[in-house]
């Protein structure tokens, strides 16, 4: 289960990784606006970001306490949905 977790914390850590360099080009690169992933994928992209990196980092939280295994999922999905809450709140605003 370590490495379920620790798998998708990977795609997770590296989707964000990418989504920085490619906002960082939209933004210096002139004519390079359209790979922005805000515009492109925009809040429910960055909420799949979000969703797989607290359910990595909660899932591989809960696989180190006493508790059955089973509760590791349910604290993913929990952790998955809270930090899509936090990213939804403190996250960038699209202004429209």
Known sequence: M???YGLILLLGATLAGVWLVM???SGSVDGWEH????????ERGRF???GLIGFGMAGISMLYTTWPEFLSVVGGIVG???LIVVSRYFGPTTSA
């Open 23 to 25: 906002v960082a080009l």
């Open 2 to 4: 370590t490495l379920f």
């Open 35 to 42: 790979v922005n992933p805000e515009l492109t994928w925009g």
């Open 80 to 82: 998955a949905a809270v």
């Open 48 to 50: 799949v970001v979000a």
